[in-house]
């Protein structure tokens, strides 16, 4: 089993940045592929970034292209998300999940990820 655990979630103004980390533990996750989805209030969860197991292929939504950056450190299995011009509709939960070992391509959809961390509260205010 994969245990995930998101850390870096904060209160920060628009315009300002995180930097979000997720720490696998239980099994190492260097051969899964890896992605960030966010909730906000009301609203389902989306998909926000996805990174492959080497970290060549690397997928965003359309709405943070160019403000967020997700990267990977397989020797301290964890995974990154910078987020930089933030914005209030950035604020939700953002979690931290992972494919199934051996399932290393990117995707976009939540039912691929088996693993899911608990999440980490990133409020952006005006």
């Known amino acids: ?5 998101e850390s870096g979630g904060g209160l920060v103004q628009a ?3 995180l930097r979000l980390s997720c ?3 239980g099994r190492t996750v260097s051969r899964n592929a890896m992605a960030w989805f966010r909730q906000a209030p009301g609203k ?3 998909f926000v970034a996805a990174i492959s197991w080497n970290g060549i292929s ?5 709405s943070v292209k160019g ?3 997700i990267s990977r450190d ?5 995974v990154f998300l910078q ?6 509709e950035d604020t939700a939960v953002y979690y931290c999940a992972a494919r199934r070992s051996g399932l290393s391509s990117v995707e976009l959809l939540s039912r691929e990820y088996a693993y899911w961390g608990r999440g980490t509260q990133v409020t952006v205010s005006s």
């Not at 089993?1 to 655990?5: D, E, I, R």
């Not at 397989?74 to 964890?78: I, L, V, Y």
């Open 74 to 78: 397989n020797a301290k299995n964890t």
């Open 1 to 5: 089993q994969v245990q995930l655990v």
């Open 23 to 25: 720490a696998a533990s």
């Open 83 to 88: 987020m930089n011009s933030l914005k209030t």
């Open 58 to 62: 690397r997928d965003y939504a359309n």
């Open 15 to 17: 315009g300002g940045s």
């Open 67 to 69: 403000r967020f950056t």
């Open 44 to 46: 389902e969860r989306e």
